[in-house]
């Protein structure tokens, strides 16, 4: 499994499962790149069940699933890859903990020395948050264009950008070179989540 370009879905784990899984399952009658289950579960959740019924339906459309942050859950679910916020502490040790192949992606923000390390450990991909100011990003600055347009000089992998981006404001985008958008509330917070991702698609198949 790898990660393609497209779509970047993040869902959150604490939204009520049966909705969750729905529209998750409306939002997979289109391509997606991957879907990422946010570090956002509730207190007592089954993690590893949902997590594992997530990967059911992605796995069938050939979509792999990072989880956010919580490396662990990759040893006993079938998730795909860990998505970490931060640079993890002792990466190659954590490696071995893991003791199998995962995919593996970064939030990056304006520090090029991320970038550099996301490149030297061969990550998958990274994440630049957040683009425009965003309610699901608050807790990122804004990223300066010119750090991505360094970033797609020296990263070998997939970019992707994330934060605030609708396809309303894609046609900003147009200079840059990235490989995707990530997105939350524009298509889990939309009755057709499918709809809301073929909007989204249109844009960057025009860029």
Same mark, same amino acid.
């Given at each position: 499994?790898?990660?393609?370009?497209?779509?970047?879905?993040?869902?959150?784990?604490?939204?009520?499962?049966?909705?969750?899984?729905? &529209?998750?399952?409306?939002?997979?009658?289109? %391509?997606?790149?991957? @879907?990422?289950?946010?570090?956002?579960? $509730?207190?007592? /959740? !089954?993690?590893?069940?949902?997590?594992? &019924?997530?990967?059911?339906?992605?796995?069938? %459309?050939?979509?792999? @699933?990072?989880?956010?942050?919580?490396? $662990?859950?990759? /040893? !006993?679910?079938?998730?795909?890859?860990?998505?970490?916020?931060?640079?993890?502490?002792?990466?190659?040790?954590?490696?071995?903990?893991?003791?199998?192949?995962?995919?593996?992606?970064?939030?990056?923000?304006?520090?090029?020395?991320?970038?550099?390390?996301?490149?030297?450990?061969?990550?998958?991909?990274?994440?630049?948050?957040?683009?425009?100011?965003?309610?699901?990003?608050?807790?990122?600055?804004?990223?300066e264009f010119e750090t991505i347009r360094e970033a797609s000089k020296t990263?070998?992998?997939?970019?992707?950008?994330?934060?605030?981006?609708?396809?309303?404001?894609?046609?900003?985008?147009?200079?840059?070179?990235?490989?995707?958008?990530?997105?939350?509330?524009?298509?889990?917070?939309?009755?057709?989540?499918?709809?809301?991702?073929?909007?989204?698609?249109?844009?960057?198949?025009?860029?």
């Amino acid at each position: 499994m790898s990660i393609k370009s497209g779509i970047y879905l993040v869902i959150d784990p604490s939204m009520e499962e049966s909705l969750l899984l729905s &529209k998750l399952n409306a939002a997979l009658k289109e %391509k997606l790149a991957a @879907v990422q289950v946010w570090d956002n579960f $509730k207190e007592g /959740q !089954n993690s590893t069940n949902l997590i594992d &019924k997530v990967c059911e339906l992605c796995h069938a %459309k050939h979509v792999p @699933v990072f989880i956010n942050n919580r490396w $662990k859950l990759l /040893q !006993n679910t079938s998730a795909d890859g860990v998505h970490f916020d931060e640079i993890p502490e002792n990466y190659s040790e954590l490696k071995a903990k893991i003791g199998q192949p995962f995919l593996s992606g970064l939030t990056c923000n304006n520090d090029l020395e991320w970038i550099r390390w996301a490149n030297e450990n061969k990550l998958d991909y990274i994440s630049f948050c957040s683009i425009f100011p965003s309610t699901t990003a608050n807790s990122c600055d804004l990223v300066e264009f010119e750090t991505i347009r360094e970033a797609s000089k020296t990263f070998s992998a997939a970019i992707f950008l994330a934060g605030g981006i609708k396809p309303e404001n894609m046609d900003k985008l147009s200079d840059l070179k990235y490989n995707g958008v990530a997105v939350v509330s524009g298509v889990m917070s939309s009755d057709t989540p499918d709809l809301a991702i073929k909007k989204y698609q249109e844009k960057l198949n025009s860029k």
